[in-house]
């Protein structure tokens, strides 16, 4: 399974983003999927999850009530909507799949497949 994230760029404070992730090579309809992103200089930092079965969402404090992550399993596909954005939310966003289920969804080394990063940069 390959991932490929895009949607990232340059806005200002406030305004909103909508990133996605597309899997290629396979499907991850049962997947946990998770968003991580990464400042430069600071280690990769959880975002959000939504379980295998999509009924679940989770989420980092600093971005609870501004984000909100979907999918669609049919496009094959899932969503980070960012909105009321703040300049500490610069940083590349990664999206994340992993093939079994686990509680422990803000922990990189539980995902199996990664996308290659999407820049987003928040101007104040």
């Known amino acids: 399974v390959q991932l490929q994230a895009s949607g990232g760029g340059l806005v200002q404070a406030g305004d909103s983003l909508r990133l996605s992730c597309v899997a290629s090579g396979g499907t991850f309809s049962t997947y946990d999927l998770a968003w991580f992103r990464q400042a430069p200089g600071l280690e990769r930092e959880f975002v959000a999850a939504?379980?295998?079965?999509?009924?679940?969402?989770y989420y980092a404090d600093s971005v609870k009530g501004r984000f909100a992550t979907s999918r669609d399993i049919a496009k094959n596909a899932v969503y980070l909507q960012m909105n009321s954005l703040k300049p500490e939310d610069t940083a590349v966003y990664y999206c994340a799949a992993d093939r079994h289920y686990s509680t422990k969804y803000y922990l990189t080394s539980r995902y199996d497949y990664w996308g290659q990063g999407t820049q987003v940069t928040v101007s104040s």
């Open positions: 939504i379980s295998g079965s999509g009924g679940s969402t």
